[in-house]
Structures are given as C-alpha cells and as structure tokens.
C-alpha cells in the first residue's frame, strides 16, 4: 500500500487543478455571490463532517485571491484555548503592526476598559477600604456605567479603524476572511466567536465565511447556555446572513481518485475486466443513499487495500472490496454469510437487491460471481443443474441482467486456476481486521 497523503493541493495559478469533487461550478457561484457583497456580511458553508468543506474553502480562497480579493485563513480549533477569540483573528489578518491607533484600541476590547476599575469595586465589597455598602454600590454602578460607554466608544472606533485598513490594503474589495472547525470548539470559544464576528467585525469591506456542521454548532450553543431546549437554530440565524449547503459530491469520481492514492486502482482493474466500475456503481450508490462522507470512503478503500495485500495479485481484488463494504455498513448480512445463514443464493440475493440500484446488464456478472463466492462457501449449488440456481419468476431484474447471473456463478463455482480464492480466506482476514476502527 502506497503511504497515503490527503493533504490540500491547491495551486494559486489554478485553483481548481485537483477538484476531484467537481466543484468548481459552486466555486464560481459562490465567488460571484461574495463579489456582491462589498459592504460585507456572514456567510456559512454547511456539510457534515468528513464532506470536503475545508477543500473546498481552500479552493474558493485561492481563486478569491487570483481575482484580486485579500484572504485571511483561520482554523479556529488550534486556537479555542484563547480566552478571547478577537485576538486570534486579528492576528490571522497580518494586519500592519505600524497602525498604533488600531491595535492600541484591539488591546482595549480585549482586554476590557474597566477591568481593573471592577476589580477595585470588588476590593472594596470584600471589606476593604469600605465605609459603607451603599457608597461601594453607587461607586460600583457609576463605574459599570463608564465602563460601559467606554467600551461602546472604543468599538466603534475600532470598526472605523479596520474597515480603513482592510480598504488601504485590498486590490478588490471585499476582503474575505474563512473560518473553519468552529463546529468542533470547545462552546464558549465557538460562541464568542460568533458574537465577536456580529458585533466588532460587521464592518463595510470584509465578507465571513465559516465552514461548519451546522448541526454540530447548534449543539455546541446549547451546550454554551446549559441547555437543549435553547434554540439554537434561531440564535444562529442572527449571525449569518447567507447560509450555502454544500452539495453532495461526485462519488464515482472520488472513488478514482482514492484508489490511485493508496495504489489499489491496479489491482482492482485487471486487463479486460468491468469488475471495479461494477463495484464502483455499487458503492457509489450507497454512498448516496447512506449520504458517506469522504472521510468514511477513505478508511473503507484502505481497509480494503490493507485486506488485498495477503492476496496474490490478480485475486478477484473487487470483490474482495465489496466483501470489505459488507463489513463495514452491512455487519448482518456479512455475519449471516459467515454463518452459512442462507439456505440458498436466492435468499441471499434477496437481500443484496436493497443493496444495489435496479438490476441491469451492466453489473448483475458481477453479482453473480459474489453469489457463487457463496454458493461454493456454504456447498448449497447443485452443480449438475446450475438452471435450479436462481427463481425464473422474478420481477427486480431486467431479462439481460438476469441471463447474466449464472454465468457469473458459473465462472466462480468451474474455475480452476492458481490465483483463485474462497470467500472463507476473505472472511477469515476481515475478521483479523475487524477490531480496527472503521471510521
């Protein structure tokens, strides 16, 4: 197995070289849309974990960059042990350490104007230099107060100052700034992210993009005010204007591109052989239905290139691979095979049919040869009337597919070759294998 590299691979001169997801119309969708926006706004990109959210920012970053826009990048989970987020986003801007005026006035919202003016009050209500109950509480509300529009003041001065500088230093406004992770934070970080972005950063000239799980980050704002009852998906809605989901991906071809990664893409595509694009319709089929994410196909081909290793080359690799897939989103069905649990292939593929799309030509070989693994596995074929095999009244396959199951059992059940495998070596090195985590 190849040692294996999902590192972004983004190219400033060509953005979209390695979209393999074939993304690049949302991309350019999504930059037209930021473009239109000069006065600036929040927008979130929302898919579940493990679906390509930070490639897909990272493309959208280089190619806001080759138009002329300024970009800030922000992984906000490196950086939620900070007590305040402001200063993890300022100093992700590479903002000019020359501006005095603008960072005197960051060290003060950070820091807070009357901290150590609360600090004294609280000296006092301790007991110390404290004359009266009443004179500390009037002197603690009147700093309160003070405190207040201080604070008020220096935020406003504050936008003032960075909207100036983000405008000196921008070739094409806005500039965009992208978070990414805030769903995986710990919630108080995840939150005071959020309110600094509304509150101190809703400035002309800089557009937000938060890539999240939105789900996840509704979780995380319950968790911030103690409860599940709390709704959170209003209170996120206060913060993003514009809220774009992630469209599902390109299965089939992210499958390629995963197995020439780990260098099984050989091996699954013997000379003259439709195996692996039958296998490939198959996964990418379920890989819709049960809505995988990339990260979930990742560990399954490795599984599957880990698996393939013990076999010599050339060993029925891609059925192998759907035997792998039965482990890992299809445990009952495998334990049952194992277990010689079907009477017959019939029964079994009764319940292969829920795993496929509508049977046609085009891979009902390949599934004949997966039920003839099994037919030879559990010695339930009469090889003598192989026309007994499979029902003839059947209604989910069309008259090709269905004339080529039997030939595909036939090929397995007939064969006498040197690299030939039985589907007891199969289970017996998934079952070695199975203690390790899949996802």
């Not at 490939?280 to 990339?294: E, G, Y």
Request: with cysteine.
């Amino acid at each position: 197995m190849n040692t294996v590299n999902f590192d972004i691979d983004v190219t400033s001169d060509n953005p979209l070289r390695h979209d393999k997801l074939n993304r690049g119309p949302a991309i350019d969708l999504f930059a037209k849309i930021i473009t239109g926006f000069p006065q600036g706004c929040v927008c979130s990109i929302n898919a579940p974990w493990g679906m390509g959210k930070t490639k897909f920012i990272r493309m959208l970053e280089a190619k806001l960059r080759k138009n002329g826009h300024r970009t800030f990048f922000f992984n906000a989970w490196e950086s939620d042990f900070s007590e305040d987020p402001i200063m993890s986003l300022l100093s992700e801007m590479s903002l000019s350490k020359h501006n005095k005026t603008l960072w005197g006035l960051t060290g003060r919202i950070a820091i807070g104007v009357g901290k150590e003016l609360a600090k004294g009050v609280i000296q006092k209500i301790s007991g110390l230099d404290c004359e009266s109950t009443l004179e500390v509480l009037a002197d603690w509300s009147k700093k309160k107060v003070e405190d207040y529009e201080n604070q008020k003041a220096t935020i406003h001065d504050f936008k003032i100052s960075l909207s100036e500088e983000i405008a000196s230093s921008s070739s094409e406004p806005p500039a965009v700034f992208f978070i990414d992770e805030l769903d995986r934070c710990n919630p108080i970080f995840a939150v005071k992210t959020l309110e600094r972005i509304k509150h101190i950063f809703d400035i002309p000239n800089i557009v937000f993009i938060l890539a999240i799980d939105k789900s996840q980050l509704e979780n995380s704002i319950c968790g911030y005010f103690g409860t599940d009852k709390f709704d959170s998906k209003e209170y996120l809605r206060r913060f993003i204007d514009i809220e774009y989901q992630l469209p599902e991906p390109s299965y089939g071809t992210y499958i390629d591109y995963i197995a020439t990664q780990i260098g099984i893409d050989q091996d699954l595509r013997l000379e003259g052989s439709r195996a692996f694009e039958d296998f490939k319709r198959i996964l990418s089929f379920q890989a819709q239905r049960r809505h995988l994410s990339l990260r979930q196909i990742e560990k399954l081909l490795i599984h599957v290139s880990i698996i393939t290793s013990f076999f010599p080359t050339g060993a029925l690799m891609e059925y192998i691979a759907f035997f792998v897939y039965l482990n890992f989103f299809e445990c009952d069905i495998l334990n049952k095979l194992e277990d010689r649990g079907y009477t017959g292939v019939e029964d079994l593929l009764h319940d292969f049919e829920q795993l496929c799309p509508a049977m046609d030509d085009d891979y009902s070989f390949f599934i004949g040869k997966v039920l003839g693994l099994y037919g030879d596995y559990a010695g339930c074929l009469d090889l003598n009337k192989p026309e007994s095999w499979l029902p003839k009244n059947q209604e989910y396959f069309s008259e090709d597919a269905y004339m080529q199951l039997i030939p595909g059992m036939k090929q397995i059940v007939e064969a006498d070759y040197s690299h030939r495998i039985k589907l007891e070596d199969i289970l017996k090195h998934i079952r070695l294998y199975s203690r390790i985590s899949k996802f």
